[in-house]
Structure formats: C-alpha cells, structure tokens
C-alpha cells in the first residue's frame, strides 16, 4: 500500500503503523482506535498537499484510493478502510504546514 501511496501526486508522506494504532487523534478518539493492537492490525496515515495546490478535494482523492487500496488488500488475504478526519478538523501540525490527512485501516483474514 505504501508504495502504492508513494506514486499518488496529492500524496506528500504517510506513515505506516504495523501491530498498533497510530498516536490517538480526534478520529481515533472517538472511535477507539487507540484500544486496537495485534499482528494482524496496521493503520498508515496519509497527508496529502494543501489545498492550494492540488485540483482534487480530500474526500475525491480518498474516494479515488478506497478501490486499489481495497484491491491491494484483498490480494493479501485482507481488509483496508479509509477513515476521513470530520469536516473541519486538520492536522496538529502548524498552520503553514497543515495539510489533509486521513488513516487506512488494514486488517488481514
């Protein structure tokens, strides 16, 4: 999936959690993510460029990624979910640096 992610252009990093969540945000708070562990288990988070400077919304480019995420995961024997961040919420980062981010979720059969 990473490398998958790498070659997306609204993409600028991700990171890749293996076995445990990723660090509690508002998401995951709400959901309880941060209760999550196991081999089987891993999140990657996504931030992408800002705004400003990509054609596409966060929400078309998750939309446009949930498809070959989900295709990559099944050829492992395993789920992928795209998690959106609520409307209005950003990254902790600070305002010159915020972009979109949003966590997919994988979990193997």
């Known amino acids: 999936m990473g490398d998958y992610l790498s070659r997306v252009p609204e993409v600028t990093d991700y990171q890749a959690y293996a076995g445990t969540a990723t660090p509690i945000n508002f998401n995951g708070l709400v959901r309880q993510y941060y209760l999550r562990e196991g081999a089987h288990l891993g999140d990657i988070q996504v931030n992408l460029v800002d705004a400003h400077h990509r054609d ?8 446009g990624l949930r498809g070959p995420l989900q295709d990559i995961a099944r050829r492992h024997n395993g789920k992928a979910k795209i998690v959106e961040p ?5 990254s902790s980062r600070p305002w010159w640096r915020r972009s979109t981010a949003w966590t997919t979720r994988a979990r193997s059969a």
């Open 86 to 90: 609520p409307r209005g919420r950003r």
């Open 56 to 63: 596409r919304q966060s929400h078309a480019i998750a939309v």
